[in-house]
């Protein structure tokens, strides 16, 4: 189902807005255009042969499997001491680009994204790039929107950053 123009540039700006607030470390913000249902997955990838490519993704299994409620708990942990993996701060740049927009039946859409991020930390030259697709529904409440989920797809099969305490 099609889409208005106003529609699509309300969803792109949405997605840019995501982008600038993780981007500049504002957690908080970011958390708040969450649904308090929402979920937060990244499952794991798996090499597999050509006849087997649609058991690439392990659905049952994976690097997040988070809530709105275990997001905000690792937003808090970044605010303390003893989030060392996060000290310093990493610098990231989120580079989201070919949205697609679905219309599903219950006023909810359906956005892929695909998303390049760069992370570098310290006064190191090296720098981490994540590759992904990245599969949300979102719904309007109040005016707003909001994420009631999110699928991150990584291109990786082995992820070559030492952490993943960072947001895709």
Do not use: C
């Not at 708040?32 to 050509?50: C, F, G, I, N, S």
């Not at 599903?104 to 892929?112: S, V």
């Amino acid at each position: 189902m099609s889409i208005n123009e106003s529609t699509f540039r309300e969803l792109e700006a949405f997605i840019y807005k995501e982008a600038e607030l993780l981007d500049n470390h504002q957690y908080d913000q970011w958390l708040e255009l969450w649904d308090e249902q929402a979920t937060y997955r990244m499952p794991v990838r798996v090499t597999h042969t050509k006849r087997q490519q649609d058991q690439e993704f392990q659905e049952d299994f994976g690097h997040f499997d988070e809530t709105k409620e275990m997001l905000g708990m690792r937003i808090n942990r970044l605010k303390t001491s003893t989030a060392w993996a996060e000290d310093p701060p990493s610098r990231t740049r989120h580079f989201v680009t070919n949205l697609r927009i679905n219309s599903l039946n219950n006023d909810q859409y359906e956005l892929k994204t695909n998303l390049m991020l760069y992370r570098n930390r310290s006064d190191a030259a090296d720098h981490d790039i994540l590759s992904a697709e990245r599969q949300d529904i979102v719904y309007q409440k109040d005016g707003e929107w909001r994420f009631v989920q999110r699928v991150i797809y990584l291109d990786q099969a082995t992820l070559g950053t030492l952490n993943l305490s960072i947001f895709l």
